[in-house]
């Protein structure tokens, strides 16, 4: 377990190669993305980062639905009794999973890519493979800012999902991309700035087209699902995923 903060009142909390975030102001926090279900045990060390308690959660934010993604989600909105938002392409994926679309077989990863095979078995031992859905979701719309902790823009860029979604913190010059846009393929092992592989995407040529969103942002900091963050700016991380193109 890590926990980072990468920007003054957001709190990075990384585990078995996945991140989830915690946005804090004076209304009180806002977790962004469920990680693992593993990580709920470590979600109040992150909140102490920003001098938050699990008390002062008031939301939590999905960019997308995928398990490793959703793995608290159920468990912090009966617990903490709070909303848990989604776009509404993604709703159905929340309450189940593991029912993704997907370009590529996966199980030929692993074996072409070597260095993907610790990452999954760190995901694995985190409780990827036991994750429960969560269902009566908020439906979040992109476009406009969401009333919650940390006020977060909300940037639709479909492709990794139907429904994914990034979150643009204008105030902290700072964008929250998901796996619209990561730093590790964890189908991979490959690092920099990219988009996840087919293995996990429904669709990269619509993922690569909807980067140009998150370039719109003009954010100098990245904090993506997947690996470090990045400082370069987005537009540069745009560059760069392009550059590599789908896998």
């Known amino acids: ?56 959660v008031r939301a939590v934010v999905l960019t997308h639905a995928h398990f490793d993604h959703v793995g608290f989600a159920r468990r912090a909105r009966e617990e903490l009794d709070v909303a848990v938002w989604v776009h509404d392409a993604d709703a159905r994926l929340a309450a189940h999973p593991y029912r993704y679309a997907h370009e590529n077989p996966r199980a030929t990863y692993p074996l072409r890519h070597p260095r993907a095979v610790p990452i999954l078995g760190a995901m694995l031992a985190a409780g990827a493979a036991r994750v429960h859905g969560v269902e009566n979701v908020r439906r979040l719309v992109p476009g406009g800012r969401l009333e919650i902790p940390g006020r977060p823009v909300v940037v639709a860029c479909p492709g990794h999902t139907d429904g994914h979604v990034a979150l643009h913190l204008p105030d902290r010059d700072t964008l929250l991309s998901g796996d619209a846009l990561v730093t590790l393929d964890p189908y991979t092992g490959r690092t920099g700035p990219r988009i996840v592989a087919g293995a996990a995407t429904a669709d990269s040529a619509l993922n690569l087209a909807s980067l140009d969103a998150l370039a719109a942002t003009g954010a100098r900091v990245v904090l993506p699902g997947h690996g470090e963050p990045w400082t370069g700016g987005v537009v540069e991380a745009v560059r760069c995923a392009r550059a590599v193109g789908a896998a």
Not at 37 to 47: D, S
Request: charged residues 20%.
């Open 1 to 56: 377990m890590k926990v980072t903060v990468p920007v003054p009142g957001v709190a990075r909390l990384a585990h078995a190669y996945v991140s989830c975030y915690v946005l804090a102001d004076e209304d009180g926090a806002t977790v962004v993305d469920a990680g693992l279900p593993r990580m709920w045990g470590m979600l109040p060390r992150a909140l102490a980062a920003v001098d938050r308690r699990l008390a002062d």
